[in-house]
């Protein structure tokens, strides 16, 4: 049977050739891709309600700096402290999530990702 031609990477500007959708040095990039929409589902109407009550309840942000800060921040968004990685029971648990600033929570998510973009 013969094999599948080779067509370029799906990437804009790379010219490696593959049988797949990206060549090998882009196929980590599909899987990131993947993985950002894979827990979408858990972030509905649900989420948001409860995320909104949490703020009112916590209205300063929670992270070390802003808790030292004269004036902390205010807080914007409810953030995970240990990531939930798809798991519904930590994902729900009150005592996995903290009121923070967006900057704070950009800053956060990026040192545990490994910088934005990852």
């Given at each position: 049977m013969p094999s599948k031609p080779k067509r370029p990477c799906s990437i804009p500007g790379?010219?490696?050739?593959?049988?797949?959708?990206?060549?090998?040095g882009h196929k980590h990039l599909a899987?990131?891709?993947?993985?950002?929409?894979?827990?979408?589902?858990?972030?509905?109407?649900?989420?948001a309600k409860y995320s909104k009550q949490f703020i009112i309840q916590h209205p300063l942000c929670m992270c070390d700096e802003c808790k030292q800060a004269v004036i902390p921040l205010p807080s914007e968004v409810t953030d995970h402290?240990?990531?939930?990685?798809?798991?519904?029971?930590l994902f729900w648990d009150p005592r996995n999530h903290q009121a923070l600033?967006?900057?704070?929570?950009?800053?956060?998510?990026?040192?545990?990702d490994g910088g934005f973009g990852r």
């Open positions: 790379c010219r490696e050739l593959t049988t797949e959708r990206y060549c090998d899987n990131q891709r993947y993985a950002s929409k894979e827990y979408q589902y858990l972030y509905g109407r649900r989420w402290i240990v990531p939930h990685k798809g798991d519904i029971t600033n967006k900057q704070c929570h950009d800053r956060k998510t990026a040192k545990e």
